[in-house]
């Protein structure tokens, strides 16, 4: 499990350290953005809807560039959520809400999800998949023919999420299809990681989970709980069909990012997504995204017909307890009678050694019937934490020994013992390291982000 520090809130920049052409974009963004509510306001609704259009255009050409500052993603972010609603609103023949403050003074952790629609709109829950399509036909090839074990047991795993995923899809009024979408992504394993950082069932990057209300921070990673991180997949993927009204062009966003879909859209004056594919305006990943995730719907729809018999796991069974103060994983499971990895497996967002500090309530998974067993045998124990023993790591992109060690308050010789390793060089992404903590690691108390 991650052991990362706690994430440290970001002051916003001085003005004199902001970039002009940032600011430029922030300022032109906002004004297209206030001449769009008095056009609409004026019953001038193309004006306002162009004037909207300039606003997001000018957004998306600068928030996913690298040289962004960090705390400056919430500004823009939340003019494309003051667009969002306006939309929404507008729908809905109500007057839109006055819009909220985006100064340059808004730190990252402000950064917040943008609402769900107010109204189910028939065609949202339409989507239309193209089984003619040849990278769909090459898809369905490659996964029944020549990955047919691979996709029996991604299907058998599909069980566990299924009524849970299409409750919530149909909660916010989203095609039933979308629960293929996860396929696509992870193969329905909850514990996925790319070489990217993207993680979970949803393959959320850190920067979108926290915008979607997720939480990711020291003490717990809610992109990997199933429940939270399909909730938020939900709400972002509602938001991606609110602004370009079509699931093949939201799809693709949701693999490229909306930003990414504006811009190839802009500069190759596509209007849709076989636009986009056929005048090469997309990168190759998104370009078979969609087509892929269609490949996924039909051979989850009707395994049969492509000679796959999976056999679909059932949602695990479990019991739960509200607890008054943090609580070391490895007591847990000597309370619950039950091995530790069971404890982790089934609290997979816990990511230090214990609960979370400073979070009476907390709502701790247990195996299922070892409630009463459970607390009496906690009520014996007088040491709730007594500190990191050993927890396991698993590497990310950028990570070194060194900063490892240092995150961990051990040495780059103790981590190369306890693994066996005799190169730090060997060190890749996706590998999981043992790592027995320092006593500082316990002691520390880190700062709570959400």
């Known amino acids: 499990m991650s052991s990362d520090p706690p994430p440290q809130n970001h002051a916003a920049p001085a003005a004199a350290e902001i970039d002009p052409q940032v600011a430029d974009a922030l300022k032109k963004a906002e004004d297209s953005y206030a001449e769009g509510v008095a056009k609409m306001k004026a019953g001038k609704s ?30 823009f972010a939340n003019m494309l959520d003051k667009i969002r609603n306006w939309q929404s609103e507008d729908e809905d023949s109500e007057a839109p809400a006055e819009p909220a403050p985006t100064g340059l003074d808004v730190a990252d952790d402000a950064l917040k999800a943008a609402p769900a629609p107010k109204k189910a709109d028939d065609k949202m829950r ?139 859209m802009q500069y190759s004056h596509s209007p849709d997504f076989n636009s986009l594919a056929g005048r090469n305006a997309l990168p190759t990943e998104t370009h078979q995204y969609v087509p892929k995730f269609m490949a996924c719907v039909m051979i989850g729809e009707h395994p049969g017909k492509y000679g796959l018999h999976p056999k679909y796991e059932n949602p695990p069974a479990y019991d739960v307890v509200a607890l008054p103060r943090a609580l070391d994983l490895g007591v847990a499971a000597k309370c619950a009678q039950a091995a530790e990895a069971v404890i982790h497996a089934l609290n997979p967002g816990i990511r230090a050694w214990c609960t979370p500090k400073d979070r009476p309530g907390f709502e701790l998974r247990i195996p299922q ?42 040495s780059v010789r103790a981590i190369l013992e306890i693994n066996k390793l005799k190169n730090p060089r060997l060190l890749r992404p996706g590998m999981t390291l043992s790592i027995k903590p320092g006593r500082e690691s316990a002691k520390k108390k880190p700062r709570r982000k959400h």
Not at 46 to 75: M, Q
Not at 222 to 230: L, M, Q, S
Not at 391 to 406: E, T
């Open 46 to 75: 193309d004006e306002g809807r162009a004037a909207f259009k300039r606003a997001f255009d000018a957004v998306t050409a600068t928030i996913d560039d690298e040289d962004l500052p960090e705390a400056l993603h919430a500004d």
């Open 126 to 264: 339409e989507l239309k998949v193209d089984g003619e399509n040849p990278i769909t036909q090459k898809f369905i090839e490659i996964y029944s023919k020549q990955r047919p074990r691979t996709v029996e047991e991604a299907l058998a795993r599909s069980g566990r999420y299924k009524n849970m995923i299409e409750a919530a899809l149909e909660k916010h009024g989203l095609p039933k299809e979308l629960f293929y979408l996860v396929m696509t992504e992870s193969e329905y394993k909850a514990d996925a990681l790319s070489h990217s950082g993207a993680a979970g069932l949803w393959q959320f990057m850190p920067g979108t989970a926290r915008k979607y209300g997720l939480e990711v921070s020291y003490w717990l990673d809610e992109r990997y709980v199933p429940e939270k991180a399909t909730e938020a997949a939900a709400r972002y993927l509602a938001d991606l069909y609110q602004w370009f009204g079509d699931w093949n062009l939201a799809i693709a966003a949701y693999n490229r990012g909306e930003g990414g879909i504006g811009r190839d």
């Open 369 to 410: 019937g070892t409630k009463e067993d459970f607390a009496a045998n906690l009520a014996k124990v007088s040491d709730w934490n007594p500190g990191p023993t050993m927890l396991r790591y698993k590497v990310k992109p950028g990570d070194s020994l060194g900063k490892i060690a240092a995150r961990n308050h051990t």
